[in-house]
């Protein structure tokens, strides 16, 4: 008998399901919903192609799928995101012996240029000075959830996730310090521990979050027991809340007229469930890649802004830092704009001065 006959015989969906369920218990929310969507990807085509079991994935197959991604019209990173959710799938299966350990080898992640790699999609420093302005003014608006979402994204560039592990007593009014701490299972940093950091923020951010605690925070805990910082009426918010906070706080359309010739008071975009399909709205990713570059703009070394974001500085100089030209030349400027000459530093020294 031979090995694949002894395996265990389990279809795509069963093994995609007990694979979710797997990363459930590891990864952050956020993290085990973009496997679950990738991996739909792959248990979808599957059907489409008769595939009953996973005994029945060789090389050709995988070749196959890999050529109906490409074939989609799907970006470059689109296809190497899905195709290395299929390789963990893989991995999984093959660790419990449903396939053989050497078929994971058989994904090839394609690599991606530099441009395929990023995405540009970010909250502009203007953009999010107007937004955040306009909060800090208003007497309706300050102190939301909407605003204090915005205040914490924008001058700390932390993830969803991260935002959703603090707990009030994981804020200290009086130094002005969030404390981002590993908290398994109910809430869990990307890297775990490694991500844990402590993280001064500005005045006007801490008078935020006290006005959002003081009048609009519900006073509800989590299933743990514990007191979220950023909760809904049904507890811990989850990153989906968070997600259509940060939409909301950056509609232009709140302190500006609107780019798209709408009116706010009839437009479907400012509603919750609708806020991401305002073209001018942005991601909490989009917020942090701002930050991110803002934070380097204001001169803060790549080492100081990867340990305030919970980054490696190569992940930030790749994937977030998004200057443009004039950013650039600000940057460049204290170190260029006596280079000249007539007072090169190197002749001097040669000559012994």
């Not at 007990?18 to 990363?23: A, E, G, P, V």
């Not at 937004?131 to 700390?156: C, I, M, N, P």
């Not at 890297?191 to 006007?204: F, L, S």
């Not at 709205?281 to 803060?300: K, V």
Request: aromatic share 6%; net charge negative.
């Amino acid at each position: 008998m031979s090995d694949r006959d002894t395996r265990r015989d389990i279809t795509p969906v069963q093994a995609a399901e007990r694979f979710i369920r797997k990363r459930e218990n590891k990864n952050t929310e956020n993290t085990v919903r973009s496997y679950r969507q990738r991996t739909e990807a792959f248990v979808m085509w599957a059907h489409e192609q008769g595939i009953e079991s996973m005994h029945e994935l060789d090389g050709w197959l995988i070749d196959e799928y890999e050529r109906h991604l490409e074939e989609q019209g799907n970006a470059p990173a689109t296809v190497k995101g899905k195709l290395s959710a299929l390789k963990e799938l893989l991995k999984y299966c093959a660790d419990i012996e449903v396939v053989d350990e050497e078929l994971p080898e058989k994904v090839t992640l394609p690599r991606l240029s530099k441009d395929d790699q990023t995405n540009d999609d970010l909250l502009a420093a203007d953009d999010a000075r107007g937004l955040l302005d306009f909060y800090r003014d208003s007497v309706k608006h300050t102190g939301t959830v909407q605003h204090a979402t915005l205040e914490v994204l924008w001058h700390v560039g932390c993830r969803t996730s991260c935002l959703r592990s603090l707990d009030v007593g994981d804020w200290d009014p009086e130094e002005r310090v969030l404390r981002f701490r590993h908290r398994p299972p109910e809430t869990r940093l990307k890297d775990g521990k490694e991500h844990e950091r402590n993280v001064a923020v500005p005045k006007p951010v801490a008078d935020a979050l006290e006005l959002f605690i003081a009048r609009e925070r519900p006073e509800k805990r989590d299933d743990a027991g514990r007191k979220p910082l950023f909760s809904t009426t049904h507890g811990r918010a989850s990153e989906t809340s968070i997600q259509c906070w940060a939409y909301q706080a950056t509609q232009p359309c709140i302190y500006a007229g609107c780019p798209h010739n709408r009116r706010r008071d009839t437009c479907e975009y400012t509603q919750r469930q609708h806020a991401s399909k305002c073209p001018s709205s942005r991601s909490p990713h989009a917020i942090r890649t701002g930050s991110i570059t803002w934070q380097l703009n204001q001169g803060l070394s790549y080492v100081k802004v990867a340990k305030r974001v919970a980054a490696s500085p190569e992940t930030i100089r790749r994937y977030y830092d998004k200057p443009d030209l004039e950013e650039e030349l600000a940057r460049r400027r204290p170190e260029t704009e006596h280079l000249d000459i007539m007072n090169d530093l190197t002749t001097e020294d040669e000559n012994g001065a």
